[in-house]
């Protein structure tokens, strides 16, 4: 077994022991495995164990690594910072965009999305973190963007995500994950569509995520290995 396809396995076993002790099926909990930084063999080795849904940030590296791995089907997730000039090869290439943080991104990914492809699945990035995070819609403004992506044609909303800050403290994970949850039934209620995607929890805080609810979480470092940003 290579060591992908053996922290895959542990990452798994984590996931399922989350589930358990939240009281939640097994099967409530998707996997996407974050893969940024790492060569298309990396990801070659954890579709060879199973996992066929990758999380990607940057554009191009993603379109190399989509081009590389065509043959085997992969679903592919765009999770990085979106900026306008970007969105094309986004609507094109992706089934997944989870860090939608602006009514404007939503608005171009639903003009470029093709149509000939499914409706591109979207989550609304959330600041759930306040002054500390920069990233993500303000939590105010959600269900006011969350209701004009509702109407967009060629995209499909399917709920919110989230990065909190990262912190060792376990009741402020849960908090900043609860917070979530509760503006994703807010949001379900008011714009009257069925939303069932929470995109949240990585590496270090999965279990505190599951506990509230998480039905996506985004995994890189615990797959793949620490990243190295310096080659
Ligand atoms: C890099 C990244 C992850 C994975 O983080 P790890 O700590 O390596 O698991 C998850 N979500 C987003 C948006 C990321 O950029």
Known sequence: MTSIAANLQAVRERIGAACRAA??????????????????????????????AFGENYVQEALDKIATLQALALEWHFIGPLQSNKTR??????????????LKIAERLAAQRPPNLPPLNVC???NVSGEASK???????????????VRLPGLRLRGLMAIPEPTDDTALQRRRFASLREALATISAQTGSPLDTLSMGMSDDLEAAIMEGATMVRVGTAIFGKRDYTT
């Open 124 to 126: 609304l990035q959330v």
């Open 135 to 149: 990233s993500g819609c303000a939590p105010a403004e959600a269900p006011a963007v969350a209701a004009a992506i």
């Open 23 to 52: 009281g939640r099926p097994a099967d409530s909990v998707s996997l996407l495995a974050v893969s940024k930084t790492w060569p298309a063999s990396a990801l070659r080795d954890a579709a060879g164990a199973g996992q066929l």
């Open 89 to 102: 090869a986004v609507a094109e290439n992706f089934a997944w965009v989870h860090s939608v943080d602006r």
